[in-house]
């Protein structure tokens, strides 16, 4: 009979998950920033490879601490994530909504590894590895405040990706118009 699956298991399943994601997140923004025509996004796709490189090493220190090999696992999530952005960028390539959408499949990509690094965060805590809640919750901090960073840039370049000729369907106004 197998041996049922425990909390611990879950934890590094999930880790060898979140590792594949990472180093694929690391390839994904260095694509990206290559892509990438406003400044400000295509800087902050710069550093945050460069910070997901760290969270890469981050990962191995926790595999270590748990006592485990640093080995990475297909992340399904990922892959889609990423190949939905190989997509847009094909699609969007050359157009004045390009950075926008570069920018809301970044924000995808942040969004799953938030969700993931909450979880192991929480786990580790769990399982008694404080020095690996330690160092997820280090790497946890960074995604939100690139993802905030993101969604301030995208309100500018999401403007800037608007047509402003008077041929173009902007949104109907709601409701009755106010008297001058």
Not at 47 to 58: G, L, M, P, Y
Request: hydrophobic share 40%; net charge negative; charged share 35%.
């Amino acid at each position: 009979m197998a041996k049922p699956k425990t909390l611990h298991d879950a934890f590094y399943e999930t880790l060898k998950d979140v590792y594949y994601a990472e180093k694929q997140s690391v390839k994904a923004l260095k694509k990206s920033a290559k892509a990438a025509e406003h400044p400000e996004l295509r800087q902050a796709f710069e550093t945050h490879a460069e910070e997901s490189a760290q969270q890469v090493e981050r990962l191995t220190q926790v595999f270590e601490i748990i006592g485990k090999p640093a080995r990475a696992k297909t992340c399904e999530a990922m892959q889609g994530i990423t190949s939905e952005m190989e997509e847009d960028l094909e699609d969007f390539a050359d157009s004045p909504a390009a950075d926008a959408v570069l920018a809301a499949c970044a924000q995808a990509v942040e969004h799953y590894e938030i969700a993931r690094y909450g979880t192991l965060k929480t786990w580790a805590r769990q399982l008694g590895h404080e020095e690996a809640a330690k160092l997820l919750d280090e790497t946890l901090q960074e995604e939100k405040k690139t993802d905030a960073l993101l969604s301030k840039i995208a309100e500018t370049i999401n403007a800037e990706g608007t047509p402003a000729d008077d041929d173009a369907e902007a949104p109907k106004a709601k409701g009755p118009k106010k008297a001058a």
